[in-house]
């Protein structure tokens, strides 16, 4: 089993450290933490959507840096009276206090389980729709994305059972709602149906209703928060049921979202790469590699055009991480699936440069080869999980790893299925007509064996979408007529349509900055 | 479209529908896993199919381990089988656990999903008579993958030699006359007799294994786009 899957998947590199320094006092306030949650609070209530941004992006981390780089923030008891103890706002400061805890230091069950609670109660304001705040798109985002994240660490955490102490697993029985897996997926539910947001795309198209346009934010004094974290749930849901190993239903609570187009999906750099890493890999398990291949090229193609901006965000060793993982699952797309022609220049090179060599070893298709699959999957796949809790009556056993080794195994077997086409492929690439006798001979297989790795050739290349049509990933056409195969050259048209869009665009932008400069 | 894939038919009984409905409005209910069962049994019966409803059964099964049943698992990945070529089959076994998949009966019902998506028919019919108790549970079973033999088939050749088709159906003689009988007015399949090599079946035509009538549709742009650079030509 390849030892590389066994990453740590935190947000943050820095080495988690118990709870050593004696001289914290959760009670204590220091001054630059006073003025941040009472601006905070302030600039919340006025709903001054860039200062919230202002302070959550850049004084969080800033305070965090300076004061609590291995201890929590104070607790909420000893800020609450300085924020009128205002319910909601004591809510979020926990849910930024917990996910500061999560990144630096290594929470504890009863910690993991509070944060549970937090969110319970966080969510239930929510979507009782009390709220009239409206918040940054990127805090949103962070509350799903590390609402699943702590899910998911919960699961890995519960499946190492033979470290658990005799307490932890009696506060594991005695809590045992917290992080189930159906109190996770029914939140993220609740929040796409009580935000309607779904209906609200739907309204979208027809011209009916501002979201999109507006980055999902209200400009008529209402709250973006509810149809904000709806939308983002989606992308939740994607997540969540990726881990479970769940790709139909996944990419099936995706659907209202358009990938093709821009949305409030990437207006966060986090949540667009989040959704393209998803959207993704579950493409790639259903073998529709060419929808994989065009979604990554084009996130990848993206990250390394704007990755400079990013440098100083917090989350920026997430989207390097989250980037190599995408190369090494367009490597693995392209050796299965070799549609060279799809992939940008520029992300060609890159790819090349880090898994050339291993690409046409890949390609070669022996035990080698099949131990850099095996690699590249276990490097780049999703922390898969185990949703259900142990028996605790029965010996204890880690089972933190069997989900993964189940996707692994699945997927390996797949490769094996395809483990002919590669042969067969250098062959229908160097001919126009060739007949059975003399390919197979080259191949040095029977004919009736032939005719069956050809036909696995179509079935692997042609997958039954959503609506049950066929659609090809062939990167050769053939078909044999008798016992004589005809190869037919295919040729990709140039997308002129899409280009003329682009430029029309493109124009009518420069018309527009010229008509802005006035000549003096 | 060239090929339709025959899809088994949905369920139309008031109470299935309701199953549905059940499904597309709270999928993570643990309390309608008795209705789900229900449902794969009536699929069985009637000949209807949902993926939905049935992975939504096995995610119960997943998040309750203990709630799970074999016989009913076994009979979900029957009906995937005979929704080849869709991956039905491959989607249900990402989400049972590996010690389930090592039952004797789960074992079998993988290696006959080996066989078809590699397309050794041969084999599989083989292997496929000598489980007939874990299949005949599951009514329509030979010809689900019969018209799956006949899909790949299609994708691949123009014209094919009867004894290809044969092992491939695994029907012969009498009844592969009457088959072709059938497909000829269904499908517009052409007999061929071809000088000592016997009969020559000339399949329907679709752009797979015609690829010249392959629309041109990459080059079209969907009006939703065109929308968006019309404030700009207006």
Redesign the interface.
Request: glycine fraction near 2%; charged fraction near 20%; include cysteine.
């Given at each position: 089993m390849a030892a590389t899957y066994d990453h740590d998947d935190h947000h943050h590199s820095n080495a988690p450290s118990t709870l050593s320094s004696t001289d914290y006092d959760p009670n204590f306030v220091p001054d630059s933490v006073k003025t941040f949650v009472v601006l905070l609070y302030r600039h919340i209530r006025e709903k001054n959507v860039y200062e919230i941004h202002q302070m959550y992006e850049t004084t969080f981390h800033t305070i965090s840096d300076r004061k609590f780089k291995d201890t929590p923030w104070p607790s909420v008891d000893a800020i609450a009276p300085s924020v009128d103890n205002d319910h909601v706002f004591c809510l979020l400061y926990r849910e930024m206090w917990f996910r500061h805890l999560y990144a630096r230091m290594q929470p504890t069950l009863k910690q993991r389980i509070d944060s549970w609670d937090n969110y319970c109660s966080l969510f239930q304001v929510v979507l009782h729709g009390v709220v009239n705040m409206q918040l940054p798109n990127q805090w949103l985002w962070d509350m799903v994305d590390e609402f699943v994240y702590q899910f998911q660490s919960f699961c890995q955490y519960r499946a190492k059972m033979k470290s658990k102490t005799e307490q932890e697993i009696a506060l594991l029985r005695q809590f045992d709602q917290a992080w189930s897996v159906y109190g996770v997926l029914n939140y993220l539910q609740a929040l796409v149906d009580k935000s309607m947001i779904i209906d609200i795309l739907e309204r979208e198209k027809e011209g009916l209703e501002q979201f999109t346009a507006d980055d999902g934010y209200d400009y008529n004094g209402g709250s973006n928060v509810l149809r904000v974290l709806g939308y983002f749930s989606m992308v939740g849901l994607l997540r969540v049921h990726c881990l479970l190993g769940d790709y139909h239903t996944g990419l099936k609570c995706m659907r209202p979202i358009d990938i093709s187009q821009h949305g409030v999906y990437t207006t966060v750099i986090g949540s667009h790469i989040t959704t393209i890493y998803h959207y993704g890999f579950a493409n790639l398990m259903l073998r529709r590699y060419v929808v994989a291949i065009r979604e990554f090229n084009k996130i990848l193609l993206y990250i390394y055009k704007t990755k400079q901006y990013h440098q100083k965000s917090p989350q920026y060793e997430q989207i390097l991480k989250k980037n190599e993982q995408m190369y090494a699952l367009l490597a693995i797309c392209l050796s299965l699936c070799p549609q060279t022609k799809l992939v940008e220049e520029t992300v060609n090179s890159q790819l090349r440069e880090k898994y050339g060599e291993k690409m046409s070893r890949m390609q070669r298709y022996d035990d080698e080869a099949f131990a850099l699959y095996d690699e590249l999957f276990s490097y780049a796949c999703p922390k898969f999980i185990t949703p259900s809790p142990p028996n605790y009556d029965e010996p204890l056993v880690n089972y933190n790893q069997d989900a993964y080794r189940l996707q692994l195994k699945l997927f390996l077997y797949e490769v094996k299925q395809q483990q002919l086409l590669y042969g067969v492929r250098t062959f229908l690439k160097v001919y126009s007509t060739i007949s059975l006798g003399k390919l197979s001979t080259y191949m040095e297989v029977d004919e009736a064996t032939l005719r069956t790795i050809l036909m696995t050739y179509k079935h692997k290349t042609h997958t039954v979408d959503a609506d049950g049509k066929i659609i090809s990933n062939a990167d050769i056409d053939f078909y044999i007529d008798d016992d004589m195969v005809h190869i037919i050259e295919s040729k990709t048209p140039k997308r002129y349509g899409d280009y003329f869009m682009r430029q029309i665009a493109k124009l009518e932008g420069v018309m527009n900055d010229m008509d802005r400069i006035k000549l003096e | 479209?060239g090929?339709e894939?025959q899809?088994q038919p949905q369920p139309q009984q008031t109470t299935a529908h309701t199953v549905e409905q059940l499904v597309a409005v709270n999928?993570?209910n643990?309390d309608i896993l008795p209705d789900l069962e229900n449902y794969v049994n009536e699929q069985v019966m009637s000949g209807s199919y949902s993926?939905?409803a049935n992975?939504?059964l096995l995610?119960l099964y997943?998040?309750?381990?203990?709630r799970m049943s074999t016989p009913i698992i076994a009979r979900i990945l029957i009906k995937a089988l005979m929704a080849m070529?869709?991956?039905d089959f491959?989607?249900c076994?990402?989400?049972i656990?590996?010690r389930v998949q090592m039952e004797e009966q789960f074992k079998t019902l993988i290696v006959l999903s080996?066989y078809l998506?590699?397309?050794?028919?041969?084999q599989f019919w083989e292997e496929a008579s000598k489980s007939r108790h874990i299949l005949e549970a599951v009514p329509g079973f030979e010809q689900a993958v019969q018209s799956y033999a006949v899909h790949?088939?299609s994708?691949?050749?123009?014209?094919?030699?009867r004894t290809?088709l044969a092992e491939a159906i695994n029907v012969e003689g009498l009844a592969l006359d009457k088959f072709l009988e059938q497909q000829s007015i269904e499908r517009g399949w052409i007999v061929e007799k071809?000088g000592g090599k016997g009969q020559?079946i000339i399949l329907s035509r679709n752009e797979?294994?015609?690829?010249e009538l392959k629309k041109?549709a990459?080059?079209?742009?969907q009006l939703?786009?065109?929308t968006?650079?019309l404030p700009?030509?207006g």
């Open positions: - | 479209m090929i894939i899809k999928p993570y643990p993926l939905d992975l939504c995610r997943q998040f309750e381990p203990e070529p869709a991956s491959g989607l076994l990402f989400l656990p590996e080996h998506e590699t397309a050794r028919f041969r790949i088939l994708l691949t050749c123009q014209r094919v030699p290809v071809s020559i797979f294994n015609h690829p041109n990459a080059d079209s742009i939703q786009h065109i968006r650079i700009i030509l």
